[in-house]
């Protein structure tokens, strides 16, 4: 089965700095790669996603890569808000299957 | 509405209660997952239903029992639980179509306390 590997667990950046957390991925037929946000006391919010034709995607401060060859995506947050602050999970999915496979987490912390 | 809600919000019970997880999404969405999420640890996967019908249950329990009363309704019933079952329930739904990519939105979760 699919096992999707995330790190940093932890990170703090100052506020206006960059972020950038990293997925690794065992499964090649996976083909879809959402990143969630999770605040505290919420569900897990889709904040972008990826689909494996696309080397790069971009939502204002936010941007994913992809990898597909060496099986490790990213995730970019520019300009760090102190509402950046979360939980943020990575994902793998293959199209035509229901499970997600999620990332162990990466608390973020950005210090104002 | 592009929203799934989740009732209650909090819930503790004991050990020899019967209680209920409710879940709500008016998306059109055919498919719907309960997750189980313990603190700092990503959400686990419990079931999924799909066009109302059970289509995963990843070895969960019996004192869990899931229910899809219609497309838009998901029911947790809860008989017997343990302590360590003490833990967030996620709701979700999505697009069940084969060839597509679906995007699972979820709920802001029971947090359940068996006590």
């Known amino acids: 089965g699919e096992n999707v590997e995330q790190h940093p667990s932890t990170l703090s950046v100052q506020e206006g700095d960059s972020a950038v957390i990293k997925c690794t991925y065992s499964d090649s037929a996976s083909n879809y790669f959402p990143w969630y946000k999770q605040e505290l006391g919420k569900g897990p919010q889709l904040i972008i996603d990826i689909r494996s034709n696309v080397g790069e995607k971009k939502d204002q401060r936010i941007a994913v890569t992809l990898n597909k060859t060496a099986k490790h995506f990213s995730l970019h947050i520019t300009e760090t808000q102190p509402e950046d602050s979360a939980v943020y999970f990575c994902?793998?999915?293959?199209?035509?299957?229901?499970?997600?496979?999620f990332g162990t987490g990466t608390r973020l912390t950005v210090i104002p | 509405d592009t929203e799934v809600t989740q009732t209650p919000k909090h819930l503790v019970m004991g050990m020899t209660n019967k209680k209920s997880l409710k879940c709500e999404q008016h998306m059109g969405h055919r498919a719907m997952y309960w997750y189980k999420q313990k603190a700092k640890k990503p959400p686990e996967l419990m079931f999924v239903y799909s066009y109302e019908k059970l289509s995963i249950n990843e070895s969960v329990p019996s004192r869990f029992s899931p229910e899809c009363p219609n497309s838009s309704l998901l029911n947790l019933h809860l008989h017997a639980l343990q302590p360590e079952d003490s833990a967030l329930y996620l709701c979700a739904s999505s697009h069940f179509d084969r060839g597509y990519d679906n995007e699972q939105f979820f709920g802001p979760g029971t947090r359940l306390t068996v006590l």
């Open positions: 994902a793998a999915h293959q199209t035509g299957a229901n499970n997600l496979f």
